[in-house]
């Protein structure tokens, strides 16, 4: 893939830019936001039509984390929080992110990893332990629908009491109570869950990143230079094993796990109960176990998330055109899924099919939601029918995966296919938030680490000349 010195400046600045128009988006419309995210998706396209590869260095981090730091603060930011804890939330991400920078800034990757999961945790017990009651329909519903499965009741029948939003359906698919209700049972919120999650979440990268088939390629590395450099050996080996910046798994796993917990809108994302950090904690973990060569074993991650929201079905048709994994296992995962949700559907058929499915299509639109679809019926008083976003969605579908099918893409390059997939579709809604857009930046930072990773243990064989700057930390 062509290297280009720009491109990780332009990553940092999307990266700063989309999460700032999302944090301000929360809970207002802007055609400049529309245009923003818009802009990010172009970009997105542009990187895997060009098959760019793209290297977060050092410099590019601390724009990207001080940036975060500056924004978090300076951005309106929707939270039921009182003023003065909003506030010191908002401060420890911000310390949280300038303390990330400055780790990675000195190749300390654990040390960044440390500051990002602090700063996160402490925002996170600040939101669920003084705002007890987030007044938003998903938290109301995860909540009481956690407690009707501890009765083994059917939450597809229920109606909420005291939901602000939607009182009389259950939106999502069912695992997404089954995965956070113990968060309620153990200890009152499903949001504790959420954070357990984050942190599974936070593992799972740094799982992706561990190594595979490296010690042969160091040790094919360094017999090719033994012959002329003698004693430059033990110094080889130290520069390969312990190389920091961009072409370093472990500092693009720290620095992927910063991008992920500390942009703008954290407080927010988590305030809100929105469970896209299970999703992605889910996908993760599969892109774990089909890089360490167990594919049907990361069938069970995929199709938990696939019973816990539906778009995630847009997903299996990339991976079926993926040899990695393939047909067979996109089947399996869809049967799983099956299994899984019909304990639900079986006993309530129809308020299964209104909740899920009826209901969300026919769904009013939010005039907050800042997609094309609102851009349109805000601006134009157009309402877009419902073919046109048919078409984009499936449109872009077909485009990954004849881009999948023709050159069967490494881990990293298909995590970004599911994310401009997933970033198309979510431009087309009429109800797309800060927390899918979220789900979207995440899969692109962790193809960062898949990108990383595999470049080490699998990359080809550098020249004898270029062997001792092969993996000089990236100032960029």
Request: aromatic share 10%; net charge positive.
């Amino acid at each position: 893939m062509p290297a280009r010195r720009f491109a990780p400046w332009l990553v940092a600045c999307a990266w700063l830019a989309y999460f700032g128009v999302l944090q301000w988006s929360v809970v207002r419309f802007r055609v400049a936001i529309v245009l923003t995210l818009t802009a990010v998706c172009g970009l997105l396209a542009w990187w895997l039509v060009t098959e760019t590869r793209v290297r977060m260095g050092r410099r590019t981090m601390a724009l990207a984390l001080c940036g975060a730091a500056v924004v978090g603060l300076a951005v309106p930011l929707w939270s039921w929080l009182s003023d003065g804890w909003e506030w010191t939330a908002r401060i420890a991400l911000a310390i949280g992110a300038l303390g990330a920078a400055l780790a990675l800034g000195r190749n300390r990757p654990g040390l960044a990893w440390v500051a990002a999961i602090s700063a996160y945790v402490a925002a996170s017990v600040i939101a669920i332990t003084t705002d007890h009651r987030p007044k938003i329909d998903v938290w109301v519903i995860l909540q009481q629908s956690s407690d009707a499965l501890a009765r083994f009741e059917n939450f597809y029948t229920m109606t909420w009491t005291g939901s602000p939003g939607i009182k009389d359906a259950y939106t999502y698919l069912p695992w997404s109570t089954v995965l956070l209700a113990p968060g309620r049972w153990l200890f009152g919120d499903v949001r504790w869950m959420l954070l357990i999650w984050s942190l599974v979440l936070a593992a799972g990268i740094w799982q992706l990143s561990r190594p595979i088939g490296a010690p042969t390629r160091i040790a094919a590395a360094e017999g090719s230079v033994r012959s002329r450099a003698g004693g430059a050996r033990s110094e080889l080996r130290h520069r390969l094993l312990a190389a920091t910046g961009a072409a370093d798994a472990r500092w693009a796993t720290a620095a992927a796990i910063c991008l992920i917990l500390l942009p703008p809108g954290t407080l927010t994302q988590v305030d809100q109960a929105w469970t896209e950090p299970l999703l992605l904690t889910a996908l993760v973990w599969w892109a774990v176990l089909v890089r360490s060569g167990r594919s049907w074993w990361a069938i069970v991650p995929l199709a938990l998330a696939c019973a816990s929201k539906q778009h995630l079905a847009l997903v299996l048709p990339l991976l079926l055109c993926w040899r990695s994994f393939g047909p067979a296992r996109a089947i399996g995962t869809g049967a799983l899924t099956g299994v899984l949700i019909a304990p639900w559907f079986i006993t309530a058929p129809a308020d299964f099919v209104h909740d899920t499915i009826t209901l969300l299509v026919g769904f009013h639109p939010i005039k907050f939601a800042n997609t094309w679809y609102l851009l349109a019926l805000n601006r134009f008083g157009v309402t877009l029918p419902f073919w046109i976003t048919g078409l984009v969605i499936l449109g872009t579908l077909a485009a990954g995966m004849i881009a999948v099918r023709r050159r069967q893409p490494p881990l990293g390059e298909l995590l970004r296919w599911v994310a401009l997939v997933l970033l198309a579709a979510n431009l087309v809604n009429k109800q797309a938030f800060y927390n899918q857009f979220w789900l979207v930046a995440g899969l692109v930072a962790v193809s960062l680490v898949a990108d990383a990773a595999a470049e080490r243990d699998h990359g080809p064989q550098p020249r004898d000349q270029d062997v001792a700057a092969a993996f000089t930390p990236s100032p960029i």
